[in-house]
């Protein structure tokens, strides 16, 4: 995977470097025998590799099973996409450097995984990420920011695992560490934002959203303002008076239970507007 390990570092190196600049495919015989230098310039990225002790636990974290499908955002030697695929996942590593990508093939080759590790050489800025389940990269702060909205028009609990580098704003949901090194999970949110009429009984109820990211505040029954709220994938949770309420949205319809005083009845929700 692209990117770098500790943020100074890295950037030092790259100003060092100059401009990263695209390069012709090896063929042959020196195809064969190529293998990245570490610090070497890429397109956009510096090539450092994550630790294999990084990569199970971004995975881990991640929830990685064979359901996923596993999308990494410069892909390098291929190693994050093989270890994926060893958990009997399908996975997809996208890769700018043609070299690096016939080399990611042979090393899924001799790991025995290549019927479920596949490699393309392209742009991560305009490639398609609509069947990822779990989204990997290692890349820069800028570039994080750049592929965020893309990352938040996924499916609602598309996992996103970075190695090193934060969302901006967007909180991670959460963190890793390990020894020297942090990486962070986001789980992408449903749209919850809007104005909703909700029944939880015989008289319908206002419920007013606004969202940032993961979180959601607004109002019920006039007057009444939510707390604690939380949208993780397609689950959303708040607070509202001495009542916990829990559910999930479907598009403009939300339905769970609300809580209050240990008694426990359903709920559900349609959105009129936003």
Known sequence: MKGAGRLAPALILLALLGPLTPWPPRS???AEEYRPVI??????????PTPENLIEAMLDTAGVTPDDYVIDLGSGDGRIVIAAARRGARALGIEYNPDLTELSRRNAEAAGVADRARFVTADIFSSDLARATVVTLYLLPDLNLRLRPTLLGLAPGTRVVSHAFHMGEWEPDETILLADRE????????????????????TPSELRLVQNF?????????????AGGRVRGDRVSFRAGDASWEGRIEGDAMEGTVTTGGVRRTWSAARTGR
């Open 28 to 30: 042959g015989a020196a």
């Open 183 to 202: 990486a962070y999970l986001w789980i992408v949110p449903a749209r919850a934002d809007g104005v909703w009429t909700l029944h939880d009984g015989d």
């Open 39 to 48: 610090g070497q310039r890429g397109k956009d990225v510096i090539w450092v």
């Open 214 to 226: 993961q979180k959601i505040e607004g109002t019920l029954r006039p007057g009444l303002p939510i």
